[in-house]
């Protein structure tokens, strides 16, 4: 579809991106649902489950779905990239005009996907769900999860909208634009915002899982947190800045009152138990700075080596057809579109 395409008229295809980790026993009654849902709002549909290296039968529920249906597409990655490798992955194979993202576990609600379709049709870009509320959340958890939004977006030129998730509805532009983006530390929430266009939120409150537990827990939040931490803020680098420059004044003012003390009243400042607690409190300081520094080298590090994002050991399934890409593009990313043929023929794809 053109970007001058009217869209207030407009019957786009769809793709839905859902990536999938150990969640065979919700793909089977999902999928259905969501095709069904998906296919009142346009004949030209396809669902793409991307399988993140699952230890269960989800591969072969993806399988079996993509014979049962031929608008799903099954990605099996080769291990378990992670959820915004996933994303990349997802986004890559889809060629709706239109591209939802959408979680594996049920608990994202699809009648919502109409609500997103006609405010797309109404010229927003970028339609993304936020939560009402966080009350499934533990309170310190729910505390957390905004104390990170605030750090992060604190003197940052590009606003990450709190608590919007990955679902979300997005126009084949903006897709195009995420598609552009080289790295590989990739924190999806805020490639959504950095990559700008008109965008609106609504919001909605999760469903129950469908199926089993959440297996994004502490460990992967904490980790997820400190990757969009550092791929978006320089807020540590200022804040040890900022604790460098307190640190220094103190002990100016600290030596400045010593002096005095001595000349002024003559008393001797007793010593050792001070100068060991200064040295062992400002070596700290100097460890935990050169750590913080350390974590955007290593992120540098990993950049440089170019590594893909993800590895497709087999595609399943049809989907939809390719979009005919402008000349213009066609002429800037020939190797992309070889790219994407190998992958409909099930074999392993190196992605951009």
Not at 91 to 114: F, K, N, S, T, Y
Request: neutral net charge; hydrophobic residues 45%; glycine residues 8%.
């Amino acid at each position: 579809m053109s970007p001058t395409t009217d869209r207030s008229l407009a019957t786009p295809s769809i793709s839905c991106v859902m990536p999938a980790f150990n969640e065979a026993g919700t793909l089977a009654r999902l999928v259905p649902q969501v095709l069904e849902r998906l296919l009142t709002l346009s004949p030209q549909v396809e669902l793409v489950i991307v399988n993140d290296g699952s230890r269960d039968a989800s591969a072969h529920v993806i399988d079996s779905l993509c014979q049962q249906h031929p608008e799903v597409v099954g990605l099996d990655l080769s291990r378990n990239f992670g959820k915004e490798s996933a994303l990349t992955a997802g986004l890559e194979a889809a060629r709706g005009d239109v591209v939802v993202l959408m979680d594996a576990d049920g608990q994202h609600p699809v009648a919502l996907v109409e609500r997103m379709l006609a405010l797309w049709r109404e010229g927003h870009d970028v339609v993304y769900a936020v939560r009402r509320t966080r009350e499934d959340q533990s309170r310190l958890h729910a505390g957390l999860t905004s104390a990170f939004y605030r750090l992060i977006n604190w003197g940052s030129r590009v606003e990450i909208p709190p608590h919007a998730g990955d679902f979300r509805l997005m126009d084949r532009q903006v897709v195009q634009a995420l598609k552009a983006l080289p790295e590989r530390n990739r924190f999806m929430k805020g490639l959504y915002a950095w990559v700008g266009f008109r965008s609106t939120a609504i919001d909605y409150e999760p469903l129950p899982r469908a199926d089993g537990r959440s297996h994004f827990g502490w460990r992967g939040s904490f980790a997820l947190a400190f990757t969009g931490l550092l791929a978006f803020s320089v807020t540590p680098l200022r804040l040890l800045a900022l604790v460098g420059l307190l640190l220094a004044s103190a002990a100016l003012l600290y030596g400045a009152w010593v002096v005095a003390e001595y000349f002024f009243w003559g008393i001797h400042v007793p010593g050792y138990a001070t100068i060991v607690v200064g040295l062992m409190f400002f070596s700290g300081i100097q460890l935990l700075s050169i750590g913080v520094l350390a974590e955007y080298v290593a992120r540098i590090y990993e950049e440089v080596k170019q590594r893909p994002t993800y590895w497709v050991r087999q595609r399943l399934g049809r989907g939809l057809p390719e979009p005919q890409a402008e000349p213009r593009e066609r002429a800037r990313a020939p190797r992309a579109a070889k790219t994407e043929r190998v992958a409909d023929h099930s074999q392993p794809s190196l992605p951009l």
